[in-house]
């Protein structure tokens, strides 16, 4: 019987201080074992220093739907006042492939460059609002990875249950990401790309909720496992850095979760350490 190993990742590392600080505690006390960062915002050296010492892994959070770019030749990446889209404008665009290929690469590119400039080498790739999986991007997001050298990717495919189907913003959102996840998959295995056996944190388990946490580790199949997570404090600069993302934090970091883990012999693991 194989073992049953858990990634905890944590996304969205540098998207503000509220949010830093949760995922530090929720590494340095609780369950997260890596975390993906948003280097196209600007790095403080403190903040460097603090995720070093922090995780052995550090994964890199493909970002154009947050901020600015890096790169000044990006037409097709921003708006009238050289922001990045809003999510649902840059999923429409990635799904209709009006983004320039050799504005993305060079964007992704610079965005890996940042964390190496500053001691980081990611040891795998996701992205904001799971863009790396879109038409187009899975490609290019896979040529990026053998540009750099990274070796494993997310592909988040969560389980498909049909007890699931409820109609929810959540379910569709699920399935939607689900279906990208197929396609994309082909490049990342054309790309001799590692990533874990299952995935969640999309619609299942709830992080907000102990019991659905438990529940979750308690039937965590074979092999490995990456669950995605947000933990943070509240943020006044950050809409999304709200109570809900303090809720996770706490639970990432309560001893009867961390307990459940051990009981059910599950290995928790970064990328670097998937057997």
């Given at each position: ?14 998207s503000d201080s509220e949010k830093n600080r949760g995922i530090l505690e929720a590494s340095v006390n609780g369950i997260v074992t890596t975390t993906s ?86 040891d795998h790739i996701d992205s904001n609002n799971h863009l790396h999986i879109f038409p187009m991007l899975a490609e290019i997001t896979a040529q990026i ?107 990432l970091t309560e001893a009867e979760i961390a307990a459940e883990i051990k009981k059910n012999n599950i290995s928790l693991v970064s990328f670097s350490e998937?057997?």
């Amino acid at each position: 019987m194989r073992l049953k190993q858990l990634i905890v990742n944590a996304d969205d590392f540098n998207s503000d201080s509220e949010k830093n600080r949760g995922i530090l505690e929720a590494s340095v006390n609780g369950i997260v074992t890596t975390t993906s960062v948003i280097s196209s915002l600007p790095l403080e050296s403190e903040t460097v220093s603090a995720l070093k010492n922090s995780f052995n892994g550090i994964g890199i959070h493909l970002n154009i739907t947050k901020g600015a770019p890096l790169t000044t030749n990006s037409e097709t990446l921003v708006d009238i006042n050289g922001q990045f889209f809003d999510k649902p404008t840059a999923w429409k665009k990635a799904l209709s492939k009006f983004y320039d290929p050799n504005e993305l690469f060079s964007e992704f590119s610079a965005q890996v460059e940042m964390l190496l400039d500053n001691g980081i080498v990611p040891d795998h790739i996701d992205s904001n609002n799971h863009l790396h999986i879109f038409p187009m991007l899975a490609e290019i997001t896979a040529q990026i990875a053998k540009k750099y050298k990274i070796k494993f990717i997310r592909i988040p495919k969560e389980t498909f249950y049909f007890s699931d189907i409820n109609f929810s913003k959540t379910f569709f959102k699920k399935y939607f990401i689900y279906s990208l996840s197929l396609i994309a998959k082909k490049f990342f295995l054309k790309a001799d790309l590692g990533f874990a056996d299952h995935f969640n944190g999309i619609a299942y388990p709830s992080m907000v909720s102990r019991e659905s946490i438990i529940k979750f580790i308690k039937n965590l199949p074979s092999g490995t496992t990456e669950l995605m997570c947000h933990p943070g404090y509240e943020s006044d600069t950050n809409p999304f850095s709200n109570l809900d993302r303090k809720k996770e934090m706490l639970y990432l970091t309560e001893a009867e979760i961390a307990a459940e883990i051990k009981k059910n012999n599950i290995s928790l693991v970064s990328f670097s350490e998937i057997s």
